[in-house]
Every structure is written in C-alpha cells, then in structure tokens.
Nanobody
Framework: QVLLVESGGGLVQPGGSLRLSCATS????????MSWHRQGPGKEREFVAD???????SYEDSVKDRFTISRDNVKKTLFLQMHSLKPEDTGVYYC????????WGQGTQVTVSS
C-alpha cells in the first residue's frame, strides 16, 4: 500500500520559515520524481516544486529563491524548506508520487499571517 504522509505545517508570521516533510512507504521512492503542490483558500491546487530521482529540481516562479525541495532516498522522505513566507503562500500543501502524480498525501496546512 502506497502511503504519503505530510507534516510540518503550522501558523507562521510573514517572513518566517517552515520545513515540510513527506514520509513515504509502499513503493520504490528512489526511482520516482516527487513533487509538492498547494491549494490556497478558494483556489485550485497548483504546482510548487518537484525533484527527479537524480536530484534535478524545478520550481513555480513565485517560490524560486525562497523554497528548496530535497529528498532523502534512504529515509524515503521528501522535504520542502520554505523561507521568507508570504500570506499568499497560505494553503494546504500536498506531496505527490511520480511525474503523473499517481498518489497524493492528505496534506498539511500552512498559514502565513500576523
């Protein structure tokens, strides 16, 4: 059974930082592209960042230079380090398995507010 479990969300002030984790099991983590997505209030879910098995990364333009995606293939865990958070970063953050996003986690809430 494929499982993706996000954690690390919370309430943070503008300019603050958070580190999200996505613990996985049930599949060969090291051969899959993994990604982060988010859904803000009243918005559609959108791509944030992804990382290939070899570590090549790509980012949505609004998070470049603020967010860093990484992976630990031994621990089968995906990370998203977020700095300089803005209110518009608020939303539920999801991790997804594969280039075709074949499996999703349940999400973790990130709220950026003063």
């Amino acid at each position: 059974q494929v499982l993706l479990v996000e954690s690390g969300g919370g309430l943070v002030q503008p300019g603050g930082s958070l580190r999200l984790s996505c613990a996985t099991s049930g599949f060969a983590f090291d051969v899959f592209t993994m990604s982060w997505h988010r859904q803000g209030p009243g918005k559609e879910r959108e791509f944030v960042a992804d990382i290939s098995p070899s570590g090549r990364t790509s980012y949505e333009d609004s998070v470049k230079d603020r967010f860093t995606i990484s992976r630990d293939n031994v621990k089968k865990t995906l990370f998203l380090q977020m700095h300089s958070l803005k209110p518009e970063d608020t939303g539920v953050y999801y991790c997804a398995q594969g280039s075709n996003r074949i499996e999703w986690g349940q999400g973790t809430q990130v709220t950026v507010s003063s």
